[in-house]
């Protein structure tokens, strides 16, 4: 399989359930990230992993709980969440974050509704 | 603080038609600006980017210049096809401090036979 996959494609969950969301890329990048899109809102970059290290958390309820074993695998943890929680959640990555110049290359995201 | 700007829509034309879809920024340091576009149900894939003032990216017949006397990069294609309908967000990467990529709402196209 080649790019960025995503896992689940669809997620439906209760307020008090406990879930993952899987990422993996196959491009041999260093840094990955995690998005959330929503209607009518510009995309929110929520965290950034560069060689394994978290070098941006942007301000996320701890609710959304991120992980990294390797360069190729992102995890977003999920529990208690509320239902403005529900998104489209992207997983991104690139050769280097920091890079400016870098394009990001995208998973097709996983579509999240809180019930 | 960094920010980009980029025109509501949705966008409704006929195929063939001209398209312009604005975008604007403002950045401290010089961003790299990007335009990206989302077809239904995938992710976002990289249409054109540009990484310093006046060059120009272009892609598929879509093209943008970095205007950095007018803070834009406005996206054009000449002819619409209706497989061109999609959601087109303009963003820009800066590292300044701290590293910022940060992406416009999104523009709706909306191609009709």
């Known amino acids: 399989e080649t790019g960025v996959t995503q896992t689940p494609r669809h997620l439906v969950m209760g307020m008090t359930n406990k879930k993952s969301l899987k990422c993996e890329q196959h491009?041999?990048?260093?840094?990955m990230y995690w998005y959330k899109q929503s209607a009518k809102k510009p995309l929110e970059l929520m965290f950034v992993?560069?060689?394994?290290?978290?070098?941006e958390n942007n301000s996320v309820p701890s609710r959304f709980s991120p992980e990294c074993p390797n360069s190729s695998h992102l995890f977003l943890h999920l529990h208690t969440l509320q239902p403005e929680d529900s998104a489209l959640y992207l997983c991104?990555?690139?050769?280097?974050?920091?890079?400016?110049?870098?394009?990001?290359?995208f998973g097709p995201g996983t579509r999240l509704t809180v019930l | 603080g960094d920010s980009v700007t980029q025109m509501e829509g949705p966008v409704t034309l006929s195929e063939e038609a001209f398209l312009t879809i604005n975008c604007t920024y403002t950045a401290t340091g010089y961003p790299s600006l990007f335009w990206y576009v989302q077809y239904p149900g995938e992710g976002l894939q990289l249409l054109l980017k540009a990484t310093k003032a006046d060059d120009k990216g272009s892609n598929k017949g879509f093209e943008a210049t970095y205007r950095k006397e007018t803070t834009s990069f406005h996206l054009e294609k000449g002819s619409v096809q209706v497989s061109d309908s999609a959601v087109y967000f303009c963003?820009?990467?800066?590292?300044?401090?701290?590293?910022?990529?940060?992406f416009g709402t999104g523009t709706r196209l909306k191609v009709l036979a």
């Open positions: 963003a820009l990467s800066v590292a300044s401090g701290t590293y910022k990529y940060i």
């Open positions: 991104a990555s690139s050769l280097e974050a920091g890079e400016e110049r870098d394009t990001q290359y």
């Open positions: 992993y560069n060689f394994k290290e978290q070098t």
């Open positions: 491009l041999g990048h260093n840094a």
